[in-house]
């Protein structure tokens, strides 16, 4: 926990840690709560790994730090989770999709997670290699952090990646929650986001009360344009 005032919990995604947070900096006015996600970073992977056993890990610590109304930012996968908290916890108040969806994958995707996972256990480098960079919209113009989440990467091992991938492909639909809790739900989109195509965006977002914040990157919004982000962030937990 650093900083003083409402506190803000930062969900990183898949193949990245608490050092994406980097980019946006500190934010004054927050006391910001940054979490390793199982198998990511300093945090070791746990058996049965799934979004909602991550989730009753947050919940287990915001209870332990006695926080008692807080938000969370959640970037892909880290969205994921930070949908299963807001669910299973009432001391959890807005939570913020930044490259990050609410709904079930498709039988395609599915596949595709599992096809990764088996990947891995003999190409690990060779997935990386090709998955990251496909994640920004002009790789060359980030070729330094490119570089950098990819060393990074390359220090989890093929059996966290294989089941963070899926553990993403079973996870549950939660457009009900959307719903529900619209006013709570705050999403940041990239444009380019091939990962979650704008379009595809729209669709779900039909007959739900939420309107997207539509910003000029790919999945890597933090990334590539970073100070954007950090004031969305800011207009969304009040800083």
């Given at each position: 926990?650093?900083?003083?005032?409402?506190?803000?919990?930062?969900?990183?995604?898949?193949?990245?840690?608490?050092?994406?947070?980097?980019?946006?900096?500190?934010?004054?006015?927050?006391?910001?709560?940054?979490?390793?996600l199982?198998?990511?970073?300093?945090?070791?992977?746990?058996?049965?790994?799934?979004?909602?056993s991550?989730?009753?890990?947050?919940?287990?610590?915001?209870?332990e730090?006695?926080?008692?109304?807080?938000?969370?930012?959640?970037?892909?996968m880290?969205?994921?989770?930070?949908?299963?908290v807001?669910?299973?916890?009432?001391?959890?108040?807005?939570?913020?999709?930044?490259?990050?969806?609410?709904?079930?994958d498709?039988?395609?995707?599915?596949?595709?997670?599992?096809?990764?996972?088996?990947?891995?256990?003999?190409?690990?480098?060779?997935?990386?290699?090709s998955?990251?960079?496909?994640?920004?919209?002009?790789?060359?113009?980030?070729?330094?952090?490119?570089?950098?989440?990819?060393?990074e990467?390359?220090?989890?091992?093929?059996?966290?990646?294989?089941?963070?991938?899926?553990?993403?492909?079973?996870?549950?639909?939660?457009?009900?929650?959307?719903?529900?809790?619209?006013?709570?739900?705050?999403?940041?989109?990239?444009?380019?986001?091939t990962?979650?195509?704008?379009?595809?965006m729209?669709?779900?977002?039909?007959?739900?009360?939420?309107?997207p914040?539509?910003?000029?990157?790919?999945?890597?919004?933090?990334?590539?344009?970073?100070?954007?982000?950090?004031?969305?962030?800011?207009?969304?937990?009040?800083?």
């Amino acid at each position: 926990m650093t900083g003083n005032g409402r506190p803000v919990v930062f969900l990183h995604g898949f193949l990245e840690s608490i050092s994406m947070w980097k980019y946006l900096g500190d934010f004054e006015g927050v006391q910001s709560i940054v979490v390793d996600l199982p198998g990511h970073g300093e945090s070791p992977l746990i058996p049965e790994l799934t979004m909602q056993s991550i989730a009753n890990l947050i919940i287990q610590l915001l209870d332990e730090l006695k926080v008692v109304s807080y938000d969370i930012v959640g970037h892909s996968m880290g969205g994921y989770v930070a949908l299963e908290v807001k669910k299973n916890h009432n001391s959890c108040d807005k939570i913020i999709l930044l490259n990050s969806n609410f709904w079930q994958d498709t039988a395609l995707k599915k596949e595709d997670r599992y096809r990764v996972a088996a990947l891995v256990k003999e190409r690990k480098e060779v997935f990386l290699n090709s998955a990251i960079p496909n994640l920004f919209l002009e790789p060359h113009r980030f070729q330094g952090d490119v570089d950098a989440l990819i060393d990074e990467a390359k220090s989890i091992s093929w059996e966290s990646i294989a089941e963070a991938s899926i553990a993403m492909s079973e996870r549950t639909d939660n457009r009900i929650l959307v719903k529900e809790h619209c006013q709570d739900v705050v999403i940041i989109q990239g444009l380019h986001d091939t990962t979650i195509p704008q379009k595809v965006m729209l669709q779900k977002l039909s007959g739900i009360e939420v309107l997207p914040h539509m910003v000029p990157s790919g999945h890597m919004a933090h990334i590539e344009c970073g100070a954007l982000i950090r004031h969305l962030i800011e207009g969304c937990v009040g800083v």
